[in-house]
C-alpha cells in the first residue's frame, strides 16, 4: 500500500542520513564493488519487462576512470528468498542472451516479480538476485560469483528478506487483514520496566516475531535457511516481509510496523558484527570482541538448514571474507588461527548430527559435523 511504502522509505532514508555505520561499507568509492551482472527493472509502473545487463558493458565513457565513476553510483537491491521444491526461472548458458534482451514479468515466479514491483516502488533501479544472476550451469561461474557474495551483499543499498515465502511461487506482497498497531491506553505504569519513557502502558496484538532485539532465529521459512543467514549479516539495511507484518533492520537500528519507533544503538549482536569488524580494527581487543561474535555466528548457522552438505563452509565464506580482510589471522576451515587451541572446543548442541560424508571439512572443525555447534 501506499502507506508502508511511504512507511519503508521514511526508515531507509533515516538509516541513510542517520547511521554513519550504514554507510561504512555503501560508498562511491575505488573500492566499492558492483556485481558482474544485474536486473535492469526500470522505474516507471508500466514496464512490463525486466532486463539482465552485464554491469562492465552498460556504461561507456571515453576513458576508464569515467567508466569506473558510473559504475561506482549504482545503487541496487538484493533479494533473499527460499528456493523450495518449486521449478525456479534461471540463468543458463543456453538463456543468458535471451536474459539480455528482455524477460517478461509473467514468466517471473511470484517472489522474483514481488521484489522487482517492490525494487520500483522503493525507486532503485537494479536489482541482484542469485538464481538469474550468476549463470546456474557453469560451474566456473558459480564459483567466481559466489566467493564475493560479502561485496555483493554488503555494497546493495538494501536486501530484500521474503521470510514467509517457502517457495517462489508464494511471494511476499499479500494485503495483511488488519494493520498492528501499538495503542496507548493512558494508564500510568508503577513497574518502570513495563513503562514507556512517557510512563504510559502500552498494548498490541500477540503477533508472530515481537519487536525485541534478539539474534537473528526464527520459525519462517528463510529464517531457518543456510545461505540467508550470512546475507542478512551482510546487508547494510534489511526489509524483512513477514507473514504478519514488514520491519526493517540496519546495523544501528531495528523497526516494525505495530512498533515503528525502534531502538536506537541497540541491534542484535550478530547485526552488529560489521560494528565490530569497522570499530575493532581501531580499538585494542576488537580482534577478541569479534572472534567471540564469529562463535555466535558459528552457533547459529549451524542450526540452519542446507539442501547440499557441500556448502557448509561455502554459505559462510562472506563473513569469513570480510573478517579476514578486517584482521590480520588465517581462516582454517571455519576456524581461526589466532583462536587456538580454544577454537577447538565446540561440541554437539543438539546430540543428532553426523560426520558428513563425502569429506567436507577435517574432522577438527565443526563443519564436519552436520547439525548445530556450540562453543
Known amino acids: 500500500s501506499e502507506r508502508s511504502i511511504t512507511m519503508m522509505k521514511l526508515w531507509l532514508q533515516g538509516c541513510i542520513n542517520g547511521h554513519k555505520v550504514c ?12 556485481p558482474a551482472r544485474l536486473l ?3 522505474l516507471g509502473r508500466g514496464t512490463r519487462e525486466v ?11 571515453t576513458t576508464h576512470e569515467q567508466a569506473l565513476s558510473g559504475l561506482q553510483q549504482l545503487r541496487y537491491a538484493t533479494l533473499s528468498h527460499c528456493w523450495g521444491t518449486t521449478s525456479h526461472f534461471t540463468t543458463t548458458k543456453a538463456t543468458l542472451q535471451q536474459r539480455k534482451h528482455g524477460i517478461p514479468m509473467d514468466a517471473l515466479n511470484k517472489t522474483f516479480a514481488d521484489a522487482v514491483r517492490f525494487t520500483r516502488r522503493m525507486e532503485v533501479r537494479y536489482l541482484w538476485i542469485d538464481s538469474l ?8 561461474d558459480w564459483e567466481q560469483e559466489s566467493s564475493k557474495m560479502s561485496s555483493i551483499y554488503s555494497n546493495g543499498i538494501f ?24 495503542i496507548d491506553i493512558g494508564t500510568k505504569a508503577h513497574d518502570s520496566n513495563t513503562a514507556h519513557q512517557n510512563g504510559h502502558l502500552w498494548i498490541r496484538p500477540s503477533i508472530e516475531i515481537p519487536p525485541s532485539y534478539r539474534a537473528i532465529q ?8 543456510a545461505w540467508c543467514y550470512q546475507e542478512e549479516i551482510l546487508a547494510p539495511r534489511t526489509f524483512r516481509f513477514e507473514k504478519l507484518q514488514i520491519s ?11 512498533y515503528s519507533r525502534g531502538q536506537e544503538n541497540n541491534p542484535p549482536k550478530t547485526l552488529g558484527f560489521f560494528r565490530q569488524i569497522t570499530e575493532g580494527r581501531k580499538v585494542s581487543g576488537g580482534h577478541e570482541k569479534a572472534l567471540d561474535i564469529w562463535r555466535d555466528i558459528v552457533t547459529e548457522y549451524s542450526a540452519r538448514h542446507l539442501t547440499f552438505s557441500k556448502d557448509r563452509l561455502p554459505a559462510l565464506s562472506g563473513i569469513a571474507s570480510l573478517m579476514a580482510d578486517s584482521f590480520d589471522d588465517r581462516y582454517l576451515a571455519g576456524l581461526w588461527a589466532k583462536d587456538m587451541p580454544a577454537a577447538l572446543c565446540w561440541s554437539s548442541g543438539s546430540g543428532c548430527g553426523n560426520r558428513l560424508e563425502p569429506f567436507v571439512a577435517p574432522t577438527w572443525s565443526w563443519a564436519s559435523y552436520s547439525g548445530r555447534v556450540k562453543f
Open 23 to 34: 554507510r561504512e561499507y555503501w560508498k562511491a568509492e575505488s573500492s566499492r564493488y558492483i
Open 40 to 42: 535492469d527493472v526500470g
Open 51 to 61: 532486463r539482465l545487463i552485464e554491469t562492465k558493458e552498460m556504461v561507456s565513457f
Open 133 to 140: 544472476c550468476i549463470v546456474q550451469d557453469s560451474a566456473e
Open 159 to 182: 536486501n530484500i528478506a521474503a521470510v514467509a515465502a517457502e517457495h517462489g511461487d508464494k511471494g511476499f506482497l499479500h494485503r495483511r487483514p488488519k494493520p498492528i498497531r501499538m
Open 218 to 225: 526464527g520459525n519462517s521459512p528463510l529464517d531457518e535457511r
Open 248 to 258: 526493517f533492520r540496519c546495523r544501528v537500528n531495528q523497526k516494525y510496523e505495530s
